[in-house]
């Protein structure tokens, strides 16, 4: 090999290098979002209340119940949140992202069935991505979101009566990125929705700040 062709070849080679370096080095934002009541955007619908808006209360619970929950007898509940990705460029890659939601203690439902103390029954759920516009302010059973199970995630039913959730969204988040333009938030909702079962998440209306519903991203702007 001559010493021109030497030269170029280890030009060649440092810059492969120094990009490789760059591309290993590139700076990942972690963005966290815990939004208030006025600034939090959730809600619940119940088939109980068909027409009743529950976008601001503490609760942001999804159930199937008989009668062990008598004020919301014979009644599937599902629960939509949304949060503020406009910070994160378009076309961001999303390393991680996950959601957190709390378990609530104080909700005023936890005693109607009598000795509930948590969460209930088999209730194993889902997370899938809202397709349609909703408004908390408005929203009812009969007018609540679509959804799709496209990238949905499936939430394996509790462990204890009060656990808490930390549930990873990745994939959701990404495509929520991607498309901006649709993008409405989490859907919330039983595998199966017969009763007995509840899982009592607290929501951004809540007064203890700590329980607010939870989305915490890391990504890279390209």
Known sequence: MTMKRFFISSILALAIAFQACVQDHVPVTHLVLQPDAVAGKD???SSGSPTIVYGNVQDLFFSAVDNTI????????????QFDLSSIPENSVIQEAHLFLYFNPTSPYLS????????????????????TPWDESTVTWETQPQSTTVNQVSVPAASSPTQDYVIDVTKIVQDMVNNKATDYGFFMRHQIETPEKVTFIASSDHPNAALHPKLEVNYVSK
């Open 43 to 45: 809600a619940l619908f």
């Open 112 to 131: 109607l069935g009598g000795n509930n103390t948590g969460h209930v029954g088999d209730n194993a759920f889902f997370i899938q991505k809202t397709t």
């Open 70 to 81: 008598p004020i919301v007898s014979r009644a599937i509940s599902r629960s939509a949140v």
